[in-house]
């Protein structure tokens, strides 16, 4: 049994208040999902607005109320009218999941300046502009909750051909660990996901850097994600486990649990493991 309870019994979401970014596919389209049909009333982003109205509809015949608005997570002028339109509809939120992200394969040598300020716009200053918009009226509001982050496996071991990546996922993670710190005496618990290699579309929206034919590495790092089979919503089911038991940080498939350990209790041999998992993007 777990010493520390999350405030927020994720079996049963019953009028809860889930906010998810980048619900239009993947791990937040599967979490809408879930989080639907355990009762939540959803508050739902992304900046794909076809895939957002696709997860509504999803949403909605499992009999959930939702509210969505298109906003590019990177622009900090979009999240504050989405977190006031939700506060309008639904007066709280409970749990606030910051998911939207991309990747980048490359190492440093042929990442870009303009790569650089594209990721961290999206998977950085995204979380901080979710945490912005929404943390101030749920720390007013007084109940308490759960702020969800998605970091990475590559957030808990530089992968080398994931350079940019890696140091965005190692920040959310930073930033997560102090939030949970200092959002604790109100209430509010906070989780760092790492969830490992989980077959989405991120593989094809993912842009390729460096020499090589891009084809060729895109159909090999696409293959391996699918040869391992983890899917979204195991994810899903794992996240709400992770917040129920308020982990600080959650790895989710087996690769993500021993690269956590490694690098805590191994680093040399961890990072011997970083550079062979970095030749599946090679
Ligand atoms: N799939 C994996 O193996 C994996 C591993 C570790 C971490 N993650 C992280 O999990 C999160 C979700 O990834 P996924 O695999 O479900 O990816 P995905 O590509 O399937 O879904 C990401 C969603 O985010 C949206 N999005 C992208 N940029 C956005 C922006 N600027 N503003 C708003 N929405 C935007 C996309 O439209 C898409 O709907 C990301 O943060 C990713 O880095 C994924």
Redesign the pocket.
């Known amino acids: 049994m777990p010493r520390f309870r999350s405030r927020l019994k994720t079996s049963d979401l019953t009028d809860r208040v889930v906010v998810i970014?980048?619900?239009?596919?993947?791990?937040?389209?599967e979490l809408a999902l879930l989080c639907a049909e355990r009762g939540a009333r959803l508050a739902l982003?992304?900046?794909?607005e076809a895939?957002l109205a696709d997860i509504a509809e999803a949403a909605q015949n499992l009999g959930t109320q939702v509210l969505t608005s298109r906003?590019?997570?990177?622009d900090p002028e979009d999240m504050p009218p989405f977190a006031e339109a939700t506060f309008d509809q639904f007066d709280r939120v409970d749990l606030l999941v910051n998911?939207?992200?991309?990747?980048l394969v490359g190492g440093f040598l042929d990442t870009s300046r303009k790569d650089w300020h594209w990721l961290i716009d999206?998977?950085l200053m995204?979380v901080v502009h979710g945490c912005e918009a929404f943390l101030p009226a749920m720390v007013e509001s007084g109940p308490g909750g759960h702020v969800v982050n998605?970091?990475?496996?590559?957030g808990l071991l530089a992968n080398p051909q994931l350079s940019a990546y890696s140091a965005t996922?190692f920040a959310v993670l930073g930033l997560s660990e102090a939030l949970r710190m200092e959002l604790k005496p109100h209430g509010i618990g906070v989780t760092a996901v790492?969830?490992?290699?989980?077959?989405?579309?991120?593989t094809q929206?993912t842009p390729i850097r460096g020499g090589g034919d891009h084809g060729e590495r895109r159909k090999r790092l696409a293959s391996a994600?699918e040869k391992r089979g983890y899917t979204?919503k195991r994810v899903a089911h794992n996240i709400l486990r992770a917040v129920d038991r308020n982990r600080a940080v959650a790895p989710i498939a087996a690769e993500a649990h021993v690269m956590y350990a490694l690098s805590r209790v191994t680093p040399p041999l961890a990072r011997w493991l970083a550079m062979r998992a970095a030749e599946l993007s090679k």
């Open positions: 970014t980048g619900a239009g596919s993947g791990i937040g389209r982003c992304d900046i794909n895939a906003v590019d997570v990177s998911n939207a992200g991309v990747g999206i998977n995204g998605l970091s990475s496996a590559a996922k790492c969830p490992g290699i989980i077959n989405t579309t991120i929206n994600y979204a």
